[in-house]
């Protein structure tokens, strides 16, 4: 019963996550102040319901429940039961569930944090979240579920893999779905002050907090990896340079290159067309990252087993969200450029040319 549950909580989710990237379209489009509050309630629903299925999923592992396929392929009677739970995002399905999950988290945290910013604006990126959000919600149900039966249920499971039993490989996948999911605000805003044509200084010295913070995860992920396959190199030296987990590398290096980018929009008194570039990168680069993994054109420890199926729903997401977003860049680009300015130039101090 708990994993019916927990699959309706999901499909629930994925009608307010539907719902909110309306609202919060319609509701800047609008200026409408109760379609974007509808938008906020919407998004803090759907984190609800995503914790309610994620939790749900959680059990099953917890109490052994070999009637979910999931359950039954990676755990088993005898595992410990901290990494029964962390099996809940040691593969797949779990792991999309989990990507589903940290993404509702920050959209919940931003539909609560809009003090200092134009209600359209944050209407606008709380609709562009929500279509963010959408598409790993409809892989976690409709290619990767993980709440599927297994009719007649397995005496016992097929167990966790042994490369997973490591804190640090436990610890990896949430904080790399939190890095590359909170870069996703950036880029939500950024889309924003696109359809807005709002490029202001404002905006780029309240983005630089969520960026650094997404990329602070980020670093954390990479450095427990690294930690724990050092360790580990010696029973597996491929361990330390496998593709899949250093996917939070290349967002690593565009989420720097994105901190530098705002702090000079901040001296600059306006975003750049280059910072927005660099938005996109940062969201796109994760998506490209699963489709090779997932269509198993990368070899890899299976923290993400190879799923053609999913793999194809992720390049379509990809395409059609990146496709969007670079239209809109190339369609608003000489407004960024119109509203970009240099700092004034200021010849430097006399002493530091005099001669001595």
């Known amino acids: 019963m708990i994993p019916e549950l927990a699959h ?17 379209l319609t509701g800047g489009a609008l200026g409408s102040q109760p379609v974007w509050r509808y938008a906020r309630l919407a998004a803090m629903a759907q984190l609800v319901l995503v914790v309610i299925a994620f939790v749900g999923l959680m059990f099953s592992f917890y109490r052994n429940d070999f009637s979910v396929t999931y359950v039954a392929t990676h755990s088993d009677s005898v595992l410990a039961w901290p990494y ?72 016992d499971g097929a167990g966790l893999n042994a490369l997973l039993k490591d804190p640090g490989r436990v610890m990896y996948f949430p904080l790399f779905f939190a890095g590359i999911a909170g870069l996703c605000i950036p880029f939500a805003f950024s889309m924003a002050a696109l359809i807005e044509g709002r490029f202001t200084r404002e905006l780029a010295h309240l983005l630089r907090p969520w960026a650094l913070l997404a990329w602070g995860f980020l670093t954390l992920a990479i450095a427990v990896w690294s930690y724990g396959a050092y360790d580990a190199a010696g029973r597996d030296a491929g361990v330390f340079w496998n593709p899949v987990e250093h996917a939070a590398f290349g967002p690593w290096l565009i989420g720097m290159a994105l901190l530098h980018a705002l702090a000079a929009a901040d001296e600059r008194g306006a975003l750049t067309w280059w910072t927005v570039l660099l938005a996109i990168l940062v969201f796109a680069l994760p998506l490209l990252a699963a489709f090779l993994v997932l269509l198993g054109l990368v070899p890899s420890v299976p923290a993400l087993v190879t799923d053609p199926g999913s793999s194809m729903y992720v390049l379509m997401f990809a395409s059609l969200a990146c496709g969007a977003s670079f239209a809109l860049l190339a369609w608003r680009g000489d407004r960024i450029a119109a509203t970009a300015t240099e700092p ?13």
């Open 84 to 155: 029964r739970l962390a099996a809940t995002w040691g593969e797949n399905q779990g792991s999309i569930l989990l990507w589903v999950l940290v993404s509702a988290a920050w959209t919940g945290a931003l539909a609560l944090r809009h003090s200092g910013l134009p209600f359209g604006l944050h209407s606008h990126a709380l609709g562009v979240l929500g279509l963010m959000a959408a598409g790993p919600q409809a892989i976690a149900l409709f290619t990767a579920n993980p709440f599927a039966r297994l009719l007649p249920p397995l005496a």
């Open 8 to 24: 309706l909580s999901l499909i629930l989710a994925f009608l307010f996550t539907l719902s909110q990237a309306f609202a919060g």
């Open 344 to 356: 004034p130039y200021t010849s430097p101090p006399t002493h530091f040319c005099r001669i001595h």
